[in-house]
């Protein structure tokens, strides 16, 4: 079984799984432990006894791979049981069994906060002890998954910042087929969360926000990584409401996590050009998604780059939606680099006219790299070479327009900066050539913006393109229907018609694009193909059956736009994709 | 035929420590199930292990019950202790006395606690007793079980 190949099952015993078991058994009272023993060789497993919590800590730590799954009494004289819980789940993450005698539902809810995988009652039956390995079973499925999905975020952040630092890079092959393998895993994972956080219901989660994990993540750096315990991180948090299961649960994920990432950063070592410069976190441990959330936002709000407050909000929804509400490395790219980010703050007026001002700015670069016709088709090429590759990959650019995100800022914005700003709810009706985009209104995530600051200056065309095509191979696409629609907005910015795009871009901010985006995609990458065709926009040819299915409406797109988020993050080029707005707006703001 | 009867007699005590709520027949025939050809008394080492430990634990009790004034939690916390190793052999009244005795550490009534476990020592004496008797029985039925058993 592929599964239980991953997750270690590899010794000789694993044939007859769940035979071989290895269990420790810590329960002060001789008595029960000698039943438990002679209950547990019965179920064919291997079974280790203690009587004392300490000799079973030893035990365990010295023998890190040496045991399966821990079944432990609640009252021992040496050691609290959920003490023991505690450092089982946090050291070696084991899934750990409670025993008591006491089974008041105050004690047991503990044990199950505590991080217990089962409460049993003495007196314990045969049956409950066969069952066990389930546990045991259960963990390493999750893990495998979690590994996929933070590899796959961990994935996403990296290209984020390789695309980040080379906009005119062409990105590495190897990254392609390495994200494009993530972003599968990542759906699936997506997949399974969706069902694990219907399980995940009866459970009681604290949901780790964005804020909360900075301020879980500022305390075990001050404390130091080494020396960091639960008690500790929640004194130095200040939650009042936080407890310290809470804490110690998501230390053990995060602990896990730096432990993923520091793989990954060794996998990406090789791209050599990872930097974190504007990320990076302060500690030495960090520059794993989550802190590069974190600091991220801090950029953001620092930046004065008009971000976010939607990117926040879309930054929160996404990461309860992709995890299970549990701390996870929040999709941060919309947190990602806000430089210059266009992020138009709907609720600030007078933001939006810096904005402006700033976006003129970078248009005013974009303007000189848009005219230079000469320029456009090589990038464009360069991005369709890209596009293809990234074509290989599943794609599945979506950037499902959030309606949080769709409502940002544009409005308050000129007509040229809405467009590109934001609206991810293309119309299906676009029609590139018209760019009477009543319909059609790219919506782009307020993140996808920001990133796009980035990448204004230098990709523009190049940016629209590669995400074309990546929306050709996706097949949802808020962020594919943004760009198409962007790359519209270009042509018909082109064409002196921005106006017109600016102002169907608003009205469609529900809209699904993608369907339309990945039709204009196609064409638009025929178009590009030959070199820069202003004006020479083909109708979008909308598919049916991808209208169907890109029927994002707000709620749905909403809804969606976690999973999208994140994938669409993985694509290296969705960074194009963010330059791709930006230019269009430049160039609307230049032309008009 | 001074087997069988032997046997019937085993038979009969058994029963009747279930029927007179010594033993909870659940836990003692799961014990009995345990028993195999790799530990063939194993029921009885188990009882006999109990009995051996329980006594601390009731040295422990009584020792808390001298001192004035009473420590209930301590009280409790041995109790618990002695509660859950009952069941490990069923032991049905003195678990009953010793939750009964918990209660008593609850509101603090220290007269209660110390009837209560007056009565659960009781308790506690005649089920080993009774026990021992079976296992005795069992001993001499056993071996002669097995020997009479057809190839």
Known sequence: MTIMENSGFSSPRNDAFPAGLRVLVVDDDPTWLKILEKMLKKCSYEVTTSGLARDALDMLRERKDG????????NMPDMDGFKLLEHVGLEMDLPVIMMSVDGETSRVMKGVQHGACDYLLKPIRMKELRNIWQHVFRKRIHEVRDIEFHEGIDEIHMMRNVSDQSEDKHIPSGTDSVSGKKRKDVDNKHDDRECNDS???????????????????NAVNRIGLDKVGPKKILDLMGVPWLTRENVASHLQKYRLYLGRLQKEKELTASFGGLKHSDITSKEPNTNHCLQ???????????????????????????????????????????????????????????????????LSHSFGKLDSEVKLATTIPKQYSWNEECSRAQMNRECKPQFQPKSGINSLPLTTLPQSIQLDCVQPGPSLSFRPSSIDHDKAKPEMKPAYVKS??????????????VDLSSVQTGSKLTNAEGFKFISTAMWSMNNHSLDQVVEGGKESAHRSLNLACGSALKSWDENLHGGFFPGDF??????????????????ELTAEVPNYLYDSLKFDFEYPFDSMEYPVMDQGLFIV | MER?????????????????????HEQFIQLEELQD???????????????????????????????????????????????????????KKVKSESTQFREYCKVGNAEGCRRTFQQLKKENAALKKKLEVYFQYSRQAGPLETACRPN
């Open chain 1, 452 to 465: 796009r600051s980035l990448g204004i200056e230098q990709m523009s065309p190049v940016g629209c393109k």
């Open chain 1, 538 to 555: 083909q109708p979008v040819n909308i598919d049916p059956r991808s209208i169907e299915s890109l029927n994002y409406n707000n709620p």
């Open chain 2, 4 to 24: 069988n009867q032997l046997r019937r007699q085993i038979g009969n005590m058994r029963q009747s420590l279930f029927d007179q709520g010594y033993l909870d």
């Open chain 1, 199 to 217: 399980s995940a219901v009866k459970k009681t989660r604290v949901v780790w926000t964005v804020d909360l994990h900075q301020k879980f993540v």
């Open chain 1, 292 to 358: 590069n959330l974190v600091n991220n936002q801090q950029c953001d709000r620092t930046s004065d780059s008009h971000s976010i407050h939607r990117n926040e909000t879309v930054i929160q929804n996404v990461d309860f939606k992709m995890y299970e509400g549990d701390m996870k490395c929040t999709v941060s790219m919309p947190m990602a680099e806000p430089k210059n980010a266009i992020n138009v703050d709907n609720s600030d007026p007078q933001k939006s006219s810096s904005t402006r001002t700033s």
């Open chain 1, 67 to 74: 045991f399966d799954i821990v079944i432990s009494d609640v």
């Open chain 2, 37 to 91: 050809d790799a530990n063939p008394n194993f029921v009885e080492e188990v009882v006999t292990l109990f009995y051996r430990d329980s006594v601390r634990t009731i040295q422990n009790i009584e020792q808390a019950l001298e001192k004035s004034p009473l420590d209930f939690v301590k009280l409790d916390g041995y109790m618990h202790q002695f509660k859950g190793s009952s069941s490990s052999i069923g032991a």
